[in-house]
């Protein structure tokens, strides 16, 4: 069983058109996120939601919108995809009850804007 | 906000021979220092951790160590093998969550057979 899956893995689109990955965790974490990675492998933090509410937002354009559904989801959705949005986007969970502890990433999706 | 540097960015050793990756943080508040390893293709996983309480800890091949007072944490892995070859990345976060957790650069061991 996949802890945390994102989907889909590869996402070659255009410049200009809008779209979403998909993030799943079935570890019963209370906190999930999303970070980017670049391709000088630099990860960086965009968005992190404990119990489907929005903690931190980093600077991140608006065109990048997260939603949580539920406490095991967490999608990402890009509006008007730009060349500078190609990079490796992971989602991430863990359980956070005043202690730091283990964050699960997923496999990553690697995004192309062609 | 919390800035941690990570040296080297790249690194080689011998099969067999010890790896030291070493970290600094810039945030007295951060209590909880994690390390990554990030296969090709795959996402960061925990390899070792330790906290602001515990000077040193040890994982078989892998250890890492804590000044506090220097802010500094390191990760050591002896004997290496082919399989430890992956990008290792430090991080730094402060109490109250993983919320805010800072990653380091990041160090691409390469152990050559």
């Known amino acids: 069983d996949t802890a945390v899956s994102q989907t889909p893995k590869y996402l070659v689109t255009q410049m200009g058109n809008d779209k979403s990955i998909k993030c799943e965790q079935n570890l019963g974490h209370d906190t999930m996120y999303w970070y980017k990675q670049d391709s000088k492998k630099f990860l960086k933090i965009m968005f992190s939601y404990n119990n489907k509410e929005l903690i931190i937002n980093e600077t991140v354009p608006n065109r990048f919108s997260p939603k949580s559904p539920d406490k095991a989801h967490l999608n990402l959705h890009i509006n008007s995809l730009e060349l500078g949005d190609s990079a490796v986007y992971f989602c991430a969970s863990s359980q956070v009850s005043g202690v730091n502890t283990e964050a699960f990433f997923g496999q990553g999706t690697r995004l192309t804007v062609v | 906000g919390e800035n941690v540097e990570q040296h080297p960015s790249t690194l080689s050793v011998q099969e067999g021979d010890s790896a030291v990756i070493k970290c600094t943080y810039s945030?007295?508040?951060?209590?909880?220092f994690p390390w990554y390893k990030q296969e090709l293709g795959k996402g960061p996983q925990l390899i070792i951790d330790?906290?602001?309480?515990?000077g040193e800890k040890k994982d078989q091949r892998i250890a890492v160590t804590l000044n506090k007072t220097a802010k500094h944490f390191s990760l050591h892995i002896t004997e290496t093998q082919p399989e430890d070859s992956a990008v290792y990345f430090c991080?730094?976060?402060?109490?109250?969550?993983?919320?805010?957790?800072?990653f380091g650069t990041g160090t691409k061991l390469q152990v050559i057979p």
């Open positions: 330790i906290r602001s309480n515990v």
């Open positions: 945030d007295s508040a951060s209590n909880y």
């Open positions: 991080a730094a976060n402060p109490s109250g969550g993983y919320q805010k957790v800072t």
